[in-house]
Every structure is written in C-alpha cells, then in structure tokens.
C-alpha cells in the first residue's frame, strides 16, 4: 500500500500491522512514524533528524 502524509500514515498504522499488510509512505516526516511498525517504510527524511522540505 502506497500513502502519502504522516498523518495517513498514523490513522492506518494499527491496521496495516494488524494484517501485516506493507505500508510505504512517501511524505510522511513525523518522527513518530519510527514506532508506528515493522511494516511501516517511507521514502521521507524523519524532521527530528534535519529533514528537509525538497519540493
């Protein structure tokens, strides 16, 4: 599955990991997303960590 912002990814977080369905997220910079599971990727610099905005 294929999302876009941290907060998408933090509504279906419980979810996707529940039936271990892959996530990738592409914009998704919250540091909480580090937590959110084992099958939570994303393609986004985590902000706690210097991301930027590349846009």
């Given at each position: 599955m294929l999302?876009?912002?941290s907060g998408e990814?933090?509504?279906i977080a419980s979810l996707?990991?529940?039936r271990k369905i892959p996530v990738v997220a592409i914009r998704a910079g919250s540091p909480d997303i580090r937590?959110?599971?084992q099958y939570?990727?994303?393609t986004y610099p985590d902000l706690t960590?210097?991301?930027f905005?590349?846009?």
């Open positions: 999302v876009g912002c990814v933090l509504q996707v990991e529940s937590n959110a599971g939570i990727y994303r960590f210097g991301g905005d590349v846009s």
